[in-house]
């Protein structure tokens, strides 16, 4: 399988890159970046797993494109300090937009992982622009919030002491990728009255989780790291699935119409376009979304989510009008 990974020569595009050509289910590793991108593929180049890795300069983005069956994002400006990711919005949604739009051109049957922030108006960038070129596929189109996932199952470890690896089974994350749209859900029912001292605190680390990098950093640089494991991890599912294994339960932000139990979803949240939840995958592809997670909510949860939609609203209307060509 080809993977090519747009913005491989950035902070998090070079620890992406790396943990790609890791993974066995890669045969082609396509690394695309305005600058740099031929360095990097040639030091990658050098490790001994059998795929292929070759990069291409700016204005080779068609060769980099065709052919691949995903097609990951990180392309973008990083956060600096007091930065938001909506303040990232105006420089990252015209680098999203080209992307797109060249995806559209070369690779329009493949599977598009967004990572550039801010996600919650990246991923309506993407649908839109797809819609208006015919080529949309909406369960195609997927916004990479593992990084939550990632900082929810770690965080929740420390403040009950349990074991990291298996923290993936107790605690999930909805909603959508920035500040209070974030909301951990936990899974497992019986670790709520032990969490209950922590509770504020956990819920408030995980949705500014970035926060703490960017402070510990010293406005030197963002979640990069911890970013590419999460892109990794997540662009691993999609494979996985490509390859025939069913895969379930993975939270994404998606375009809720036109993917099944999405309406259902828009009608039980009041109407939101896109949302992040677990979702099945088959053949790659989001084919249905997991709306059961919903239903288990506790009355802390239910309010998170009240606030988490409000927020997304003007989030993803952003995002849809930069897309149409509105002048923000």
Do not use: W
């Given at each position: 399988?080809k993977?090519?990974i ?7 595009g ?5 943990l ?18 031929p ?11 059998n795929s292929?890795c070759?990069?291409?300069e700016?204005?080779?983005?068609a ?7 995903v097609?990951i ?9 007091g930065?938001?990711?909506d303040d990232?919005f ?7 937009k080209?992307?797109?739009?060249s995806?559209?051109?070369y690779?329009?049957?493949a ?14 960038i993407a ?8 080529k949309?596929?909406?369960g195609?189109?997927?916004g ?7 900082r929810?199952?770690t965080?929740?470890?420390e403040?009950?002491?349990?074991d990291?690896s ?16 974030i909301?951990?859900?936990l899974l497992n029912s ?6 209950k001292?922590y ?15 960017v402070?510990?950093?010293?406005g030197a ?16 599912s999609?494979?996985?699935?490509l390859?025939g294994?069913k895969?379930?339960g ?9 993917i099944?139990?999405?309406?259902e979803?828009?009608s039980?949240?009041?109407?939101v376009?896109?949302?992040s939840?677990p ?5 790659g592809?989001?084919s ?8 288990s909510?506790s ?11 409000r927020?997304?609203?003007s989030?993803?209307?952003k995002?849809?009008?930069f897309?149409?060509?509105a002048k923000?």
């Amino acid at each position: 399988m080809k993977v090519a990974i747009v913005g491989a020569s950035g902070g998090i595009g070079q620890p992406l890159s790396l943990l790609m050509k890791l993974d066995p289910l890669v045969t082609e590793l396509s690394l695309y970046d305005v600058r740099s991108a031929p360095g990097v593929a040639q030091d990658l180049s050098h490790i001994s797993t059998n795929s292929v890795c070759q990069g291409f300069e700016k204005e080779e983005i068609a060769k980099a494109l065709q052919g691949a069956h995903v097609v990951i994002v990180p392309a973008g400006v990083p956060r600096k300090p007091g930065m938001t990711r909506d303040d990232l919005f105006k420089i990252n949604a015209s680098i999203v937009k080209g992307i797109v739009t060249s995806m559209g051109q070369y690779a329009p049957q493949a599977r598009l992982l967004i990572i550039s922030n801010p996600v919650n108006s990246t991923v309506p960038i993407a649908v839109e622009t797809l819609k208006s070129m015919g080529k949309l596929q909406p369960g195609n189109v997927m916004g990479v919030t593992t990084l939550d996932c990632v900082r929810a199952e770690t965080f929740l470890a420390e403040y009950l002491g349990r074991d990291k690896s298996e923290c993936n089974k107790d605690v999930s994350v909805i909603g959508g990728h920035s500040g209070n749209t974030i909301v951990p859900v936990l899974l497992n029912s019986t670790l709520r009255e032990k969490l209950k001292p922590y509770y504020q605190e956990f819920v408030h680390r995980v949705q500014f989780g970035g926060d703490e990098v960017v402070k510990a950093k010293a406005g030197a640089g963002s979640a990069t790291l911890s970013m590419a494991f999460a892109g990794y991890r997540f662009a691993n599912s999609i494979l996985r699935s490509l390859s025939g294994e069913k895969v379930s339960g993975v939270p994404t932000f998606v375009y809720l119409s036109g993917i099944n139990g999405g309406p259902e979803v828009k009608s039980k949240l009041g109407n939101v376009e896109y949302f992040s939840l677990p979702v099945f995958l088959s053949n790659g592809t989001v084919s249905k979304v997991d709306l059961s997670i919903l239903s288990s909510l506790s009355s802390q949860e239910k309010e998170l989510v009240k606030d988490s939609v409000r927020q997304l609203a003007s989030n993803i209307e952003k995002g849809k009008k930069f897309a149409l060509g509105a002048k923000l």
